[in-house]
């Protein structure tokens, strides 16, 4: 069974950065394009940024674009979410995401404080 589990969340101040990873627990991923979600109390999940199989794109949420960066490291079987300039808009909890598989992680919390 696939699993995805999330680490690295946490508090920070508005202006900070926190970087988030999602390890596997198969090779198999790195065959696969992943991806970073989001849900906010109240509100519907949300994609925020998505890498290519290869590595080779990227996309992002607008809201996040230029803050934020996705990457993948194939021999630890580990994807990540880089999060600088935080607000306080960003606190969630993230979710990590094979978008064309179905498999999620059980998400981490990220709270930005104003």
């Known amino acids: 069974q696939v699993q995805l589990v999330e680490s690295g969340g946490g508090l920070v101040q508005a202006g900070g950065s926190l970087s988030l990873s999602c390890t596997t627990s198969?090779?198999?991923?790195?065959?696969?394009?992943m991806a970073w979600y989001r849900q906010a109390p109240g509100k519907d999940r949300e994609f925020v940024a998505r890498?290519?199989?290869?590595?080779?794109?990227?996309s992002y949420r607008d809201s996040v674009k230029g803050r934020f960066t996705i990457s993948r490291d194939y021999a630890t079987n580990t994807v990540s979410l880089g999060m600088n300039s935080l607000k306080p808009e960003d606190t969630a909890i993230y979710y990590c995401?094979?978008?064309?598989?179905?498999?999620w992680g059980r998400g981490i919390q990220v709270t930005v404080s104003p």
């Open positions: 198969t090779s198999t991923l790195r065959w696969y394009d």
């Open positions: 890498i290519a199989w290869d590595g080779g794109s990227t």
């Open positions: 995401n094979a978008p064309d598989h179905g498999y």
